[in-house]
T-cell receptor, first 117, second 109 residues
Framework: EAGVVQSPRYKIIEKKQPVAFWCNPI?????LYWYLQNLGQGPELLIR????????DSQLPKDRFSAERLKGVDSTLKIQPAELGDSAVYLC???????????????FGPGTRLTVL | GQSLEQPSEVTAVEGAIVQINCTYQ??????LSWYQQHDGGAPTFLSY??LDGLEETGRFSSFLSRSDSYGYLLLQELQMKDSASYFC??????????WGAGTKLIIKP
């Protein structure tokens, strides 16, 4: 069974440029998460999807970040424009079930390491 | 606010036993999970405790006391490959995982 796929693995851009990340979750996983992780810290949730619905985006900086999960499968996360402080690893994860029936085991992709110069 | 507290770093010797503690303060509680993350890698799931008590999976065990808002991860027969960061995470009333800052486990030969 294929794991969570993310691309690109690395991205270097100049500030004020746009950037997009793509995630393909494990087949059949209803819930998809986008996290941001800074060095030496735990993952911070940006947005959580249950199927195609964004059920928790309270931590997403909506002035510059946007996300979509069309047809409840693949998802993209976009930053426009990028700022120096956006340099981090962006992780996508998926899990079975939704809401109270969500399984706690989350499967993570390898992440995209973003460097903003 | 919601918070999880765990030590930032723990050092142990190969072959020994180490315990990583986690205390939490969250709005609602649906379970405590532990994840392992090697440098440059992605977090991988280790264990889950929904009820009080000890869960054992090979060399790793995890414990939960809901009355004390406390849990720990116990690693036995430490191997060099266990050198990694370990995160505790709690599912809150919004079914969202709240993550600790992680404990870096350093293993010496």
């Amino acid at each position: 069974e294929a794991g969570v796929v993310q691309s690109p693995r690395y991205k270097i851009i100049e500030k004020k440029q746009p950037v997009a990340f793509w995630c393909n979750p494990i087949s059949g996983h209803n819930t998809l998460y986008w996290y941001l992780q800074n060095l030496g810290q735990g993952p911070e949730l940006l947005i959580r999807y249950e199927n195609e619905e964004a059920v928790d985006d309270s931590q997403l900086p909506k002035d510059r970040f946007s996300a979509e999960r069309l047809k409840g499968v693949d998802s993209t996360l976009k930053i426009q424009p990028a700022e120096l402080g956006d340099s981090a690893v962006y992780l996508c994860a998926s899990s079975l079930g939704v809401g109270a029936f969500a399984v706690d085991e989350q499967f993570f992709g390898p992440g995209t390491r973003l460097t903003v110069l | 606010g919601q918070s999880l507290e765990q030590p930032s770093e723990v050092t142990a010797v190969e072959g020994a036993i180490v315990q990583i503690n986690c205390t939490y303060q969250t709005s609602g509680f649906y379970g405590l999970s532990w994840y392992q993350q090697h440098d440059g890698g992605a977090p991988t799931f280790l264990s889950y405790n929904g009820l009080d008590g000890l869960e054992e999976t090979g060399r790793f065990s995890s414990f939960l006391s809901r009355s004390d808002s406390y849990g720990y991860l116990l690693l036995q027969e430490l191997q060099m490959k266990d050198s990694a960061s370990y995160f505790c995470a709690v599912r809150d009333s919004n079914y969202q995982l709240i993550w600790g800052a992680g404990t870096k486990l350093i293993i010496k030969p």
